[in-house]
């Protein structure tokens, strides 16, 4: 079993910054891929990135490449994701979510573990 904490979501203006990180413990490993997912009122959950622990490749959502970056640190088991430039439409409930094996997906479904989700808020 694997437990994901997210934190540092917030209300921030358009154009700003901020950083995300989800905290992974429990049976973690090095051959697992990690994923955030983001879900706007009334929308499915949708794909915004992903790293593996192994070698660390980095898969983006096109809304939002060039603008985040997902990053992590082995030595505290966080996985970060840096969002700049924010828009108004990246407004939403943030997941991370962890995955078994190095092989990465884009759908949530393919997630076994999640964590219970930040609110990320951008004004206009």
């Known amino acids: 079993q694997v437990q994901l904490v997210e934190s540092g979501g917030g209300l921030v203006q358009a154009g700003g910054s901020l950083r995300l990180s989800c905290a992974a413990s429990?049976?973690?490993?090095?051959?697992?891929?990690m994923g955030w997912f983001r879900q706007a009122p009334g929308k499915d959950r949708e794909f915004v990135a992903a790293i593996t622990w192994s070698g660390g490749s980095t898969y983006y959502a096109d809304s939002v490449k060039g603008r985040f970056t997902i990053s992590k640190d082995t030595a505290k088991n966080t996985v970060y994701l840096q969002m700049n430039s924010l828009k108004p439409e990246d407004t939403a409930v943030y997941y991370c979510?962890?995955?078994?094996?190095?092989?990465?997906?884009?759908?949530?479904?393919?997630?076994?573990?999640w964590g219970q989700g930040t609110q990320v808020t951008v004004s206009s």
């Open positions: 429990g049976r973690t490993s090095s051959r697992y891929t």
């Open positions: 979510a962890a995955r078994p094996t190095l092989v990465v997906v884009t759908t949530a479904p393919g997630y076994d573990y």
